[in-house]
């Protein structure tokens, strides 16, 4: 059987404008299922074209602020789906103003799992996107990925530490705000804290790796007494040796402490020069 998709998008769409969308009160579970349909085709690039060319970005844009939780979540998610990789769906939502939109989300929204989908969705606008990185910066974004860091909640801080590897990994001046903005002592924060989890730690171990091998200053933060950084990531390192499922943070960590050993000597041989 045939299936008009871009029929269905834009009966979807349609559903999505009712005006259940921005009140509280009404029952939203058909447009639930609208963006479950949307869901259906957009990670094909022809079908998120098609959702484009029927004015379906600025459609999602409006769930962002609606009441409805599922309908905020949703869309966010959306958003991250259609813009995947897809240059022509990133430049277009961008064009919406849609970063400091997703990144309030992080900030404000009262429900984890919309905060975790804008997340993601602003990781999607700026992987291999130079407009979206262009407005990453603009709206301060590493300052929205620090107080994510700083929130507690798990998935947050895995995202934001994927962003944050993948943001700073080619840019120098990135990496200079980043330290400059003592990202390199909140990651240490989180590894010296039996409150995370394994994958928490393990994104921020390779984030740090990231940082202290690329660029001087990150390496000399690590190198900082009052940071205790070697003693913790010796601790942490006691504890996972030898476990095959950790053995990645594991190699991350070895390779921290190989650099802060030769850091530690190269100023030694500066001082005795």
């Not at 969308?21 to 609208?34: D, G, I, K, L, Y």
């Not at 769906?89 to 997703?102: G, T």
């Not at 009262?110 to 700026?126: F, N, P, T």
């Not at 921020?204 to 390496?219: E, G, K, R």
């Amino acid at each position: 059987m045939t299936v008009d998709v871009v029929k269905r998008l834009a009966e979807a769409l349609k559903s999505l404008c009712n005006e259940a969308v921005t009140m509280p009160s009404e029952n939203v579970a058909e447009q639930e299922r609208a963006m479950e349909i949307i869901e259906e085709y957009v990670d094909d690039l022809n079908h998120a074209e098609d959702l484009q060319k029927l004015g379906g970005f600025p459609v999602l844009m409006k769930c962002l602020d609606s009441p409805h939780t599922s309908l905020r979540t949703g869309a966010a998610s959306l958003i991250g789906d259609i813009c995947q990789n897809y240059l022509n769906c990133q430049e277009s939502m961008l064009s919406l103003n849609i970063m400091p939109v997703l990144l309030d989300m992080i900030d404000t929204d009262e429900d984890d799992q919309a905060k975790i989908k804008a997340m993601y969705a602003v990781s999607c606008l700026i992987r291999h996107c130079p407009k979206g990185q262009e407005e990453f910066v603009k709206a301060d974004g590493l300052s929205y990925l620090m107080r994510a860091m700083q929130s507690g909640v798990e998935k947050l801080i895995v995202k934001s530490a994927f962003i944050l590897t993948n943001f700073v990994r080619k840019n120098d001046s990135h990496k200079a705000t980043a330290v400059s903005m003592g990202f390199v002592e909140q990651l240490l924060t989180i590894l010296s804290s039996d409150k995370f989890d394994n994958i928490s730690r393990e994104h921020c171990t390779a984030a740090l790796l990231n940082l202290a091998a690329s660029y001087p200053p990150a390496l000399a933060e690590c190198l900082r007494p009052e940071l205790n950084a070697s003693e913790i990531l010796t601790s942490r390192l006691d504890s996972i040796k030898g476990k095959e499922e950790l053995q990645e943070e594991e190699g991350y960590i070895q390779e921290i402490l190989v650099l802060m050993r030769r850091g530690i000597g190269d100023c030694e041989e500066n001082t005795n020069r």
